[in-house]
């Protein structure tokens, strides 16, 4: 066994990575290579995602002990965690660990490190957001201390090539590499209880969370029910996350009297997904967290709807490169619905480009995995 991918929590992307890194090594006849480790809510009819010879496969169940435990703060139980991660890598001979979501497993493999060569990916670019200096600095010990840990192979750095060249340059390394936002292959499925609509329909999706402006999507559906009632229908699809959940379906209970909002609380398949995208006229991603990219703009170049998310950091620059939408500075509730007022009077029809697609595919995901984390040592020094 070469390689160990170590998950405990399943949820969102992380399913959608690790089906990649599967797909990729099942196609590629070499299963035997790799072995997952995953949290006990593992369920492979999850999301629609097609798992195919996975009889084959090598998934180890953690314990819900197991498991709990790793949801648990970063900073708790460290010596516990090494040898949960430890253990199952000598049980499967695994020379190679790789992390879904690396942070998460801060400080662990910077204070004690495993017995493999770890490598996972980092979605937030401290140096990336709009934060303060001390946040900034924060970000950039944390990768230097990770540069300096002698288990550490590769960094990757999620859709952020220009700060992976920055980090190499300046730490005088070659660990940070470019890691593309693989998008999923999407056939639509109706959704039963959606109704044929003649206004705009604006879609927010993923998990519903404070970071990604869930809040600022309710003001706005206030603003706009309000002012220009039957005009526009809201969709808010995805798991609501606890740190919002009251807010949001108090407003939800709100709204749903005054205008047309549909609130999917719940892992929404990728076909349910694409259906909403399709019956969509815009994506808002009015991200508050403009340090990472968004499993959005995937969706946007497949099904040719724009995104309207921050014109700050990575989001902002991902969004105005491969031109799949617009960009407001200081989004918010306000700046959405000027924007709305101002497209209606009369701007053209947004022509979103699909280039996107070309450099996001998951096989190009699995083999910049494959390549960097299995390749003869020293590679990444």
């Known amino acids: 066994m070469s390689l160990l991918v170590f998950e405990p929590d399943l949820r969102g992307h992380r399913l959608e990575y690790m089906h990649h890194l599967y797909e990729g090594y099942c196609k590629a006849g070499n299963l035997d290579d790799i072995c997952f480790v995953v949290g ?53 001979n695994a020379s190679s660990l790789f992390l879904i979501s690396l942070m998460y497993f801060m400080p662990l493999i910077v204070l004690l490190g495993v017995k493999a060569r770890v490598s996972g990916v980092i979605y937030n670019i401290h140096t990336r957001t709009e934060e303060g200096i001390i946040y900034k600095l924060r970000g950039l010990l944390t990768f230097l201390a990770l540069r300096l840990r002698p288990c550490v192979k590769s960094l990757f750095l999620l859709n952020d090539l220009r700060s992976a060249d920055w980090f190499n340059r300046i730490f005088i390394t070659k660990k940070f590499q470019f890691l593309p936002d693989p998008f999923i292959p999407i056939k639509v ?55 919002i959940k009251k807010e949001v379906y108090a407003g939800f209970d709100q709204l749903k009297d005054i205008g047309a909002i549909k609130l999917f609380d719940e892992f929404c398949s990728y076909a349910q997904l694409g259906y909403f995208c399709s019956i969509s006229d815009f994506i808002l991603a009015p991200y ?23 014109s700050e950091g990575l989001l902002g620059e991902l969004v105005k490169k491969n031109s799949l939408g617009y960009t407001l ?18 701007s053209k029809a947004y022509y979103v480009k699909n280039d996107y697609l070309d450099i996001s595919s998951p096989d190009s995901f699995y083999k910049q995995v494959r ?7 020293g590679r990444g020094e």
């Open 329 to 346: 500075e200081g989004i918010n509730a306000d700046k959405m619905q000027i924007f709305l007022n101002d497209y209606e009077k009369g």
């Open 189 to 243: 499925r109706d959704v039963e209880n959606i109704k044929d609509f003649k206004g705009i329909t604006l879609l927010h999706f993923g998990g519903l969370t404070q970071r990604k402006g869930t809040l600022e999507v309710l003001k706005l559906a206030e603003k706009l029910f309000k002012t220009q009632p039957g005009k526009y229908r809201i969709i808010l699809a995805g798991s609501v996350y606890p740190d």
């Open 288 to 310: 508050q967290n403009v340090g990472q990219s968004s499993g959005m703009l995937g969706f946007a170049a497949q099904f040719g709807k724009p995104v309207v998310a921050p």
């Open 40 to 92: 006990n809510e593992f369920n492979p009819k999850q999301g629609g995602l097609i798992w195919e010879s996975i009889d084959l496969a090598r998934i180890v169940i953690l314990s819900a002990e197991e498991t709990a435990l790793f949801q648990l703060g970063a900073t708790s139980h460290l010596r516990k965690k090494k040898r949960i991660v430890d253990a199952y890598i000598r049980q499967e």
């Open 371 to 377: 390549d960097y984390v299995t390749a003869a040592k």
